[in-house]
């Protein structure tokens, strides 16, 4: 892209599958997963999408490279992992393994700053596109449940792309 959109938010993870990612800027937007379900929330449009979760679900192995590289925990197992000391921390290059991964991504690479934080996501996709995200102002701590819920707001259009 000559012009890339940016756009600023926040994300919410708690092991080992829920997270929410709320989207700010011209094309807003909320994502939210509690691990049987995901939700996708486009205030503009007042419409919302539900994707079921489990039980073969096309979009589970979104939701788990989403869920594995969120976590860090058994990322050998689904990721070719290579590792490099930088200025001020540390780049890690995450290769998906499972073929199911590689649809969602090419690469995935996390920039790690000395206090063991991420600083920046550089997501390569299957189509050549990158999705470059950075991190800043992170605390560690509790995170209520009700984050990782979501009730479409009176007057929403809900759609089921998935058709389930």
Do not use: C
Not at 28 to 53: C, H, M, N
Not at 59 to 68: G, K, Q
Not at 116 to 138: A, C, F, H, K, W
């Amino acid at each position: 892209m000559r012009n890339p959109s940016r756009s600023s938010g926040k994300v919410w993870f708690q092991p080992p599958n829920k997270f929410r990612r709320e989207v700010k800027g011209n094309s807003p937007s909320l994502t939210v997963s509690d691990g049987r379900q995901l939700w996708i929330y486009y205030p503009g449009f007042k419409s919302a999408e539900r994707y079921p979760l489990g039980k073969g679900s096309p979009l589970d192995s979104t939701v788990a490279a989403i869920n594995s590289s969120l976590n860090l925990e058994d990322v050998e197992n689904n990721f070719q992992i290579s590792a490099a000391k930088i200025e001020n921390g540390y780049e890690l290059r995450l290769m998906p393994r499972a073929a199911a991964m590689k649809r969602v991504f090419q690469k995935l690479a996390l920039r790690i700053n000395d206090q063991l934080r991420v600083e920046s996501t550089d997501m390569l996709l299957p189509n050549g596109d990158r999705i470059v995200t950075t991190y800043s102002d992170q605390t560690h701590g509790p995170v209520p449940g009700s984050m990782f819920e979501f009730t479409p707001p009176a007057g929403t259009e809900i759609s089921t792309p998935l058709g389930r």
